[in-house]
């Protein structure tokens, strides 16, 4: 990766490696996040999600590696890297024993924001995060899923262009992990890069642009959600039918399909790709035959996860990088 690739990309990292005594805890991964995405990082516990966090977020040093964040040098300019950036890690931040406005007001102080603009910031922030009427109780009183939304508020306090969300909803319940998802959301329609490591799964599916599979310490696969589906076996095109003679003749001429009789089905290896597909319609077209209904299935981020991880009962894949 050239000097120019990384300057150009939010977060660009080759060959990030580090090493607690005998354990290696990330075998020089390569990473490339470009500016206004969302880039999710997923894995099983214990797979360097975390570490990968604190490297790129300045919290600890690498041991090798040739790193950028917002086309600063990450071991040169980590003080230029610290202004561009915000981290919500695993647990709130959020001190309990104050309420939800000190909390922000603390934070600009923090950012050295003038008392006036503290004030101001802190106001649009808490609303927009729907805190107003909390905004003056103790966070102790706040629900798992307002002190995240305080946690969050907090960070953009210093209006960071790169956020790192580390395993932003867990534990919190359907409703909040949801309202959490719309508020990424708007983040990136804002121009903000979000670096998201999470597990779960349908997270990075709903959310991601691109996604990153790190396990024991190395990057299995990485690809937009549907490439890296279309790596595990199991995906196939369903054709159905009503009309048992156009199931016999669409069976006769489609030797590679399973039959299901009962059903008058036919099922036939896919990866579910628009190649795939328009080379059957076109098949069916040109035979006069006519399926009643045509459905494509393929492998979830479920499959992709436990194959790619070695999951019970999920052969292995090999290690590959989807272009």
Do not use: C
Request: charged share 25%.
């Amino acid at each position: 990766m050239t000097t120019t690739t990384s300057r150009s990309l939010a977060i660009a990292a080759k060959g990030l490696r580090k090493v607690y005594g005998d354990k290696t805890v990330l075998d020089g991964i390569d990473l490339a996040v470009p500016a206004g995405t969302v880039f999710s990082l997923l894995g099983p516990n214990g797979a360097g999600k975390t570490t990968a966090v604190k490297i790129l977020s300045t919290l600890i040093t690498a041991d090798a590696g040739e790193l950028h964040v917002g086309g600063h040098d990450l071991a040169d300019d980590p003080q230029a890297v610290r202004a561009l950036i915000g981290v919500t890690g695993q647990f709130s931040a959020v001190d309990g024993l104050i309420t939800g406005e000190e909390n922000m007001l603390l934070m600009a102080d923090l950012h050295h924001l003038s008392r006036s603009e503290g004030r101001r910031t802190s106001a649009e922030l808490l609303e927009r995060f729907d805190l107003v009427e909390a905004a003056k109780k103790p966070v102790s009183t706040y629900s798992g899923g307002m002190k995240r939304r305080l946690d969050i508020a907090m960070t953009l306090v210093g209006n960071p262009r790169i956020i790192f969300l580390d395993e932003p909803t867990t534990g919190l319940d359907p409703r909040s992990r949801h309202n959490m998802w719309q508020i990424i959301r708007e983040l990136v329609s804002d121009g903000v890069t979000v670096f998201l490591t999470t597990q779960y799964l349908e997270e990075a599916d709903e959310l991601a642009d691109r996604i990153a599979v790190l396990n024991d310490g190395e990057i299995a696969a990485q690809g937009t959600a549907g490439e890296l589906k279309r790596l595990v076996p199991g995906g196939h095109i369903r054709l159905r039918f009503t009309d048992p003679a156009a199931y016999q003749s669409a069976a006769v001429a489609l030797r590679e399909a399973t039959r299901d009789d009962e059903a008058l089905a036919l099922q036939i290896a896919s990866d579910g790709s628009q190649r795939e597909l328009r080379s059957i319609l076109d098949w069916l077209d040109s035979a006069g035959v006519e399926a009643d209904e045509l459905t494509v299935h393929t492998p979830d981020l479920d499959d992709v996860f436990f194959a790619l991880t070695g999951g019970a009962g999920v052969p292995n894949q090999s290690k590959e990088t989807v272009r």
